[in-house]
């Protein structure tokens, strides 16, 4: 095994009994890029030689003094701030443009030892569906979604083993379905979003995407995330037994754009899952949640009337269509009926924890289907806003395949703040899913 | 009247009949802060040559070309990125700092032709009650309050017309009402936060000081904050008229800790709406209000705990007790708890703006009394927290004064989005408080 095959978790303990040093692992990556970046274009920035200074950088640090993520490689989609490299939004306005600052989770992971290697692309600002270069790494001709293309591009292909990607629609979970990798959103606020671009102040969540689910906890430990001490944590220590254990199937409102790759991914997971032992039940929410497509977009649009008026104000020529309508108010949402969304939505929270926390997990749908062809158009959402609205941890799980043999995951829905239970319910699934239903991470 | 005493407002007009040159105004702002400095102490960074140069690039604007804020002075808190200036937060760990990139609200002044003058004082990362060197201009014994001391100082003192505040708990309208100067915190995520230091993402928002209200319109209109066009807007088009409106009293729980001059200011400013033959009736909030203030502090702590776990990890050593607090979890809040307080806050939005919107404004203290002596403790945001938390737009009215002979203001309140309303009523209400109330904000 190649070490830009390694996840972070491996890596990590190779650095630790010496058989690698992050130069060697910096040098591997480095060489995968090389090789597959024409095919790829995962990246808006990189500077190889930069990269190798960074990790000599860390192989010089003794070990008792080193990081929990010491020489781990990390790709940052390029809407966050990075002291040393350029930050551009894939926005014309930000060409070149290099504040000298860290995001918050870029300061976290670079003091936790985490080796910046790259700017991933994005689309512009993390906004629209129009796609960046990217292509996705299991077929040339179709898109690696959005809008952290970059980031699950780099992962699915082994030229990163974590990437941070962020989510207001569908942004880390889409693209984690359409390149067959572990997508994690966490809960809302429990990461800072400090330095990261503003789309939606009640939406923006940051995102993390690995091939692993033990690399997706080694990340929650570096971002402090806890949930409460009760008996299911206590019990989840020895980890979750899916024998025994309860899902819910919710195929929400927006079930019938699933195309046939997603209604027979979501049937297949139902029966592995009952083959393990375990208990999937069918559910539908309320009739209250069938107005949460409707109310994700009226946030959307709210918020960001606000949050692009200085881009608007000084380059309106420089923006996509969809950003000026946004700033204009376009589709003419009155703030009454902005405040209703607010509130209609905060009044679902609960209820939907609720609902969920009878369950070791909701399953639902990532995806309409698998990666569209094309790289224009990066795919919808439909399934993920309902999700990023409530505030809600989210895994993408990989393990199932469409009719073009491209990947196609499901979520795990879990109530706010039980992300550590949700990673490790995520772990035992996404070893049945991977196991029996066509489609193994690559490493 | 030199120009430093001028507000934006008169300071546009000049301005545009070419009796002042911005260059002229700035020399003036320049020369009354080096007077002033060592008294008050109001800035973290102030560069007089850079200032000129601005004002000079300004003046080279052909008048067709100029913005709607062409050449009006702008004070920055500094919490807040400036691609020109350092950006310290009172914080060790940041000293000397200097993000080449400007805060959402900075980029959107700067466009609008304002001239940004400097970096005003804040407690640190604008989270702790402990003063920077700033002292009031009323009363250098006294406190001008927090988290924006410096902001609210400058403009009570006449060193800019107008600056830029935050508040999380009450830091813009406690100082506004401890220097004597209107005070307005928008709704909630009406206004771009990007580039502004986090400390709760629920809380955040970003505030404004002026010596008048037309000043604080000018700088809605800049930032497109409207309402609803429904019946009252178009009322209002020519004015409010107290005479015959309905204001609401409202002293909430916290009354209690309310001093003799909040007390006294209170029903003086009753009495001055009712002699200018408004309706003034004393409410109170239904009993489920009564858990605001502890919520209030229930979300801080949570928030915070994500918020600073960066600058936690990397100087912990050189973090304010309270900021280690808050990412320890010291006063150990369940998950449980935090999402009672976000849920139970989010019930109580849509029922406050339905009580507020019966009103021309709720009308309710903006701090507990004067100033307090000493700088070491900026005053108590008991009054100001849970309409920060409920989202709501605030207004400080100066206009009453204590028993030592310093400003008391008081808060007016609308519903959430009713910010142009809001400021309509401040204005007539600003007028009579001013007139009667014996506290005539400085110019």
């Keep these: 095994m190649e070490p830009y095959q390694l996840t972070a978790t491996q890596a990590l303990a190779k650095f630790k009994d010496s058989t690698l040093t992050v130069e060697e692992y910096a040098r591997s990556l480095l060489a995968r890029i090389a090789k597959r970046d024409d095919a790829v274009k995962a990246w ?26 010491h020489g781990v490689a990390i790709a ?5 701030y990075t002291k040393d490299m350029p930050t551009q939004h894939n926005s014309p306005i930000y060409e070149g443009d290099e504040p000298k600052v860290d995001a918050a989770v870029v300061a976290t992971l670079r003091h936790a030892g985490g080796l910046i290697l790259g700017k991933t692309t994005t689309t512009e600002f993390a906004s ?16 690696p979604g959005g809008s952290s293309s970059g980031s699950a591009a780099a992962v699915a292909d082994l030229q990163a083993p974590v990437a941070l990607g962020s989510q207001t629609g569908g942004s880390t979970v889409r693209p984690g379905s359409f390149n067959g990798i572990f997508a994690y959103k966490p809960t809302w606020s429990a990461v800072s979003r400090e330095g990261v671009k503003t789309y939606s102040m009640n939406l923006d969540t940051v995102g993390f995407f690995a091939r692993s689910v033990q690399d997706l906890q080694l990340l929650a430990d570096v971002f402090a995330l806890e949930d409460d001490d009760d008996d299911d944590a206590s019990t989840l220590q020895d ?7 309860r899902f819910a199937l919710v195929k929400t409102t927006v079930w019938p754009q699933a195309g046939p790759g997603t209604v027979a991914a979501l049937g297949a997971a139902a029966k592995v899952l009952r083959d393990h032992g375990a208990e999937v039940e069918e559910i539908e929410l309320p009739p209250e949640f069938d107005r949460m497509p409707e109310w994700h977009g009226v946030i959307l649009d709210s918020d960001a009337r606000a949050t692009f008026l200085p881009e608007y104000r000084i380059a309106k020529d420089k923006l996509a269509p969809l950003i000026v309508d946004h700033v204009e108010n376009a589709n003419k949402i009155s703030r009454a009926a902005q405040l209703e969304a607010f509130d209609g939505v905060a009044a679902l929270r609960p209820l939907l924890d609720g609902i969920a926390g009878k369950y070791a997990a909701i399953l639902t749908p990532s995806v309409i289907d698998e990666a569209p062809v094309g790289i224009e158009f990066t795919g919808s959402p439909a399934f993920n806003k309902i999700w990023t609205a409530l505030h809600v941890p989210v895994v993408n799980i990989p393990g199932f395949k469409g009719e073009n ?7 795990l829905v879990a109530p706010r703040y039980r992300d550590r239970h949700l990673l490790e319910v995520s772990k035992a699934v996404g070893e049945i899913f991977q196991a029996q239903g066509g489609w193994w991470t690559r490493s």
Tied chains: 1, 2.
Excluded: C, W
């Design 44 to 69: 808006a920035y990189l500077n190889p030689e930069y990269v190798i200074q960074q990790a000599k950088q860390l192989d010089s640090i003794p070990p008792g003094s080193r990081g929990p993520l």
């Design 76 to 80: 940052v989609k390029d809407i966050m």
């Design 128 to 143: 629209t569906a129009t796609g960046p270069q990217t292509r996705n790494p299991h077929n040339p001709t179709r898109t």
């Design 239 to 245: 980890g979750f037994s899916i024998k025994g254990s």
């Design 405 to 411: 043999g491209m990947p196609i995951g499901l979520s």
